[in-house]
């Protein structure tokens, strides 16, 4: 009789190699912030978010990064002096922040809701998902929300339906709203779910983020828009022209300063850099991490596990 295989405990994945991992996460956004004061205590009040680690480097510049328990959220950088940017350029559109369930995300929405600094800017039911939307007191975007159950996601040819439907606030947090989630919003643990960017060129983005970076297209149908992901998940990055279009590269200006995304092993992240420069794309590696930037400026850095706040604010 033939010896029975003995299957490994661990099965080591292939690497994709024109794809980034499945088990990818995005991490910690940062932002260029005028008033790293007014700017920590919005996201702290806001958001229920705390600090988790400061550093000032040469020249005074600081850099604060905050979070639930030791998961980072966002990191400011004090750059007071830089302008606003406009409008119309290349950068961000929202910061997405995930929450596991309703009670969660309705009581991170009730405290952001309440600080008079917060400008509401809608919400919406995206069929994958629930979502509401503010911007921050120096206008960058941000995104609360909650997924549906992935068996609830209709798939077709490849693309994840998507829509917006009308989600009414109040009548979400009187159905959803629990004295346990509206007392102690900070202690419910929350990722960063996607980041939404403006960009001059959706085609250009394509390229970029696609062809390059290795993210799958999940909805490629909406006009001005593209939405792409790893493993099968409805969006990590979606990048939009509706107010950037023809935008050229970003001048420094206060607003978003790095996209960070989190791979499983350095394979991922020698695949990453032969696509890369495949395409001709500069990038810096120092091992754990590897960082290129996108057609309109913006720093992407993608980093192996296990990112402290300390190396978050080396970056």
């Not at 480097?57 to 990191?75: Q, W």
């Not at 250009?204 to 992901?229: C, K, M, N, Q, W």
Request: no cysteine; hydrophobic share 40%.
């Amino acid at each position: 009789m033939a010896p029975t295989p003995v299957t490994p405990a661990t099965a080591v994945t292939p690497v994709d190699e024109q794809h980034l991992s499945a088990d990818l996460a995005m991490d910690a956004v940062t932002l260029r912030v005028g008033d790293l004061e007014l700017m920590s205590s919005y996201y702290a009040d806001a958001l229920a978010l705390a600090p988790i680690e400061e550093t000032a480097r040469t020249g005074g510049e600081v850099h604060r990064v905050l979070g639930r328990g030791d998961v980072p959220f966002v990191r400011l950088v004090s750059t007071p002096g830089l302008p606003v940017p406009g409008r119309g350029e290349a950068g961000l559109f929202h910061t997405a922040f995930l929450f596991e369930d309703e009670a969660s995300l309705a009581g991170t929405l009730l405290r952001a809701a309440q600080d008079p600094r917060s400008r509401f800017a809608g919400s919406g039911d995206h069929l994958v998902s629930e979502a509401f939307y503010f911007a921050d007191p120096e206008g960058n975007g941000i995104e609360l929300y909650r997924d549906r159950p992935r068996a609830e996601w209709t798939w077709k040819d490849g693309q994840v339906a998507m829509d917006t439907l009308y989600l009414d606030p109040n009548a979400y947090l009187e159905q959803h709203l629990t004295e346990g989630t509206a007392g102690e919003p900070g202690a419910l643990p929350g990722i960063v779910g996607h980041v939404h960017l403006q960009v001059g060129d959706v085609q250009a983005a394509r390229a970029f983020y696609i062809d390059a970076l290795g993210f799958e297209v999940t909805v490629g149908s909406h006009p001005g828009a593209l939405f792409a992901a790893a493993g099968g998940y409805h969006h990590h990055v979606a990048m939009n022209s509706w107010n950037s279009r023809g935008a050229g590269p970003r001048a420094t200006s206060l607003g978003l300063a790095d996209v960070a995304i989190t791979v499983p092993g350095r394979e991922d992240l020698d695949a990453l850099v032969a696509r890369a420069r495949a395409a001709a794309l500069p990038l810096a590696d120092d091992g754990r991490s590897v960082r290129l930037t996108d057609p309109w400026g913006t720093p992407v850095t993608v980093s192996l596990p296990g990112t402290s706040a300390e190396q978050v604010l080396a970056r």
